[in-house]
Each structure stands twice: as structure tokens, then as C-alpha cells.
């Protein structure tokens, strides 16, 4: 168990007690006013009280330690014949502080994502929570993910170290970037790359983090990231799946894949508290020819959990529908 692990459990031991205190006291009082039975009341609500620290428990300690493939296939008389079958692994939110004491999770993950055979590995932001340093202890990991047309990645909102010390974040972006590179990664910052297979070129478009929520930085230019690409099929790395809506949709992008939300890392079935702020939050949504992929991600923020929202690699294979 990790000392943040640790840490939580405490936190939910001691917050459980002061529920306990409470239900006992509010039983009491149904006791006095009405004559409901303390004992019936009081297990009623101890039952009712376990579920939560029980579900967050379950969520520390196994589901933020899986990995779940998905597979997706994206058909459109777009792709080029030269481009038929070809497979993008997408991963997003590593959140590197999230596995800072789970390095051999982060490997495992790691060792899955190799495993898939990918042309092409696109990885749609945040790849740290506060500050460069989270990598150092990882890099070494992240910088043996293997694809033929290598990794390819953008930043998300927290990559631009504005949460913990917001007047030196220009200088640890540039270290976030550094380090990304010095890991083999291409990192576009409102720029394309072109891959070719024979006579035929796709465009991959990398944009900075986009939104229309002032919560978050918006510093994309879409015009000059896409500068160079028009008449190829092209597939847009863009952070905030809220982008597709606020710029992408009835222009010439056929894929763009997201990450950001997590669904909130909690989920019930196919219910997510995630749908009520974002109206793309999971999975792949198609509007007339143009398809976005929005990826949960692999790590966490605010609290080191995943219920019903496994970490997610999103194996997305290209097919040419004549």
C-alpha cells in the first residue's frame, strides 16, 4: 500500500467515525420525537454509511490498478488505401504524480500499450498534475513506449504547472516539453507532422489546450496547427474534448481524439456524474463524417480512486470504406 493509499484510508477511517457519531446522534433524535427503534435506525444508517468508504477502498487499492483495451475502428472513404488498417494506440491523462509510488503499475500499462503493434502512439495531455519533477522518477518508463511512427502528444491544462507555483509556470513548461522530448516524444504545440505509407499522407494536427471554460488555459491556434494539411486526412490531438464543439465540428478534421475528463473516475454502469458537465466525456461519438474519441485517461487528480471508470488504452484501427 502506498503512503497517498495510506493516507486516504486514513482520512475515510477518521471521516467514517465522525458519520458514525452523527448517525447515532440524528437516531437518537428520531428516537425522542417519533419512537422509531435507535437500534433498526442506527444499523439502517451504518449500513448506508459503509458503502461510500467501502466503494472508494475498492477504488484505491484495485481499479486505479487495471487497464482496460478498448477498440474502436474508424471507417471512412477518407482514409487513404495506404492508410487502411492503420492502428493508433490513445492514451491521455498519465497524471505522473498519481503513480509515483507505482512504478510497476505504470509499467504494466506500459508493457499493454506495446503490446498492441501501433503505427502510432497519440497521447492527448496532461501527462503531469503540478510540476515537472513528476517525470523524473518515470521518464525512464514513458520513454520505452514503442510505435513505428512513434509517440505523438499535446499538452493538457494541468501541463502548463499554473496549480502549485503559478509565477514560475512558463519556465516548468518548457521543462514538461524538455523532458517529454528528451523521452523520444514529438510534442506539437500548435503544429502538424505528415506520415506517409507509399504515395498516400495523413496529417497529424497537435494543438495547445483549447476550452471555452475559463477554468482552464486556452492558448490553441487550430489555423496555424493545421497550416499545410488541407486535402489529407486529418486527425486532431486536442486535449479538451469541449474543443470539438467549440471550434472542430463542420470543418475538415474526420478524427479528433481527447482526454481531460477521467468521467470523473467514477461511473455506475453507464451512468457518470461526467455527463453533466461535459457533453462529450467518454468513448466515441460521431457527428455526420467527423468522429471524436474521448479517452478517460490512465491516472488521477483529487483523489486516488476509479470506480466503474477503469484506466483506459483506446486501440483505434483506420478503415477505408469504399
Known sequence: MTTETFATLSILLIC????????????????????????????????????????????????????????????????????????????????????????????????????????????TGDIITMDSSELDSLSHILKGL????????????????????????????????EKEKAMGWNVLIDENRRIIRGTDTIAVIGVENTSPSRHFPSKGDLVKASEGTEGLFRILLSHDPMHWDMEVLGKDYPLTLSGHTHAMQFALGKWCPSKYMFRQYRGLYTENSQHLYVNIGLGETIFPARIGAVPEITLITLKRDS
Not at 497524471?95 to 509515483?100: G, N, T, V
Not at 499554473?162 to 516548468?172: F, L, N, S, T, V
Request: glycine fraction near 8%; hydrophobic fraction near 45%.
Open 16 to 123: 467514517w467515525i465522525a458519520l458514525m457519531i452523527l448517525d447515532a446522534a440524528v437516531c437518537g433524535l428520531l428516537y425522542a420525537i417519533f419512537g422509531t427503534s435507535f437500534r433498526k435506525a442506527f444499523l439502517y444508517g451504518l449500513i448506508s454509511l459503509c458503502i461510500p468508504p467501502l466503494c472508494i477502498a475498492y477504488g484505491s487499492l484495485f481499479e486505479r490498478n487495471r487497464v482496460q483495451v478498448n477498440e474502436v475502428e474508424i471507417s471512412s472513404a477518407e482514409v487513404p488505401e495506404g492508410f487502411d488498417g492503420y492502428r493508433i494506440v490513445h492514451i491521455s491523462d498519465i497524471h505522473a504524480r498519481s503513480f509515483q509510488k507505482r512504478g510497476k503499475v505504470l509499467e504494466k500499462m506500459a508493457a499493454r500499450i506495446n503490446g498492441l503493434d501501433a503505427d502510432l502512439i497519440a497521447f
Open 146 to 177: 514503442e510505435a513505428k511512427d512513434g509517440v505523438m502528444s499535446v499538452l493538457g491544462n494541468h501541463d502548463y504547472c499554473i496549480y502549485a507555483h503559478p509565477e514560475a509556470a512558463d519556465d516548468d513548461v518548457s521543462k514538461v516539453i
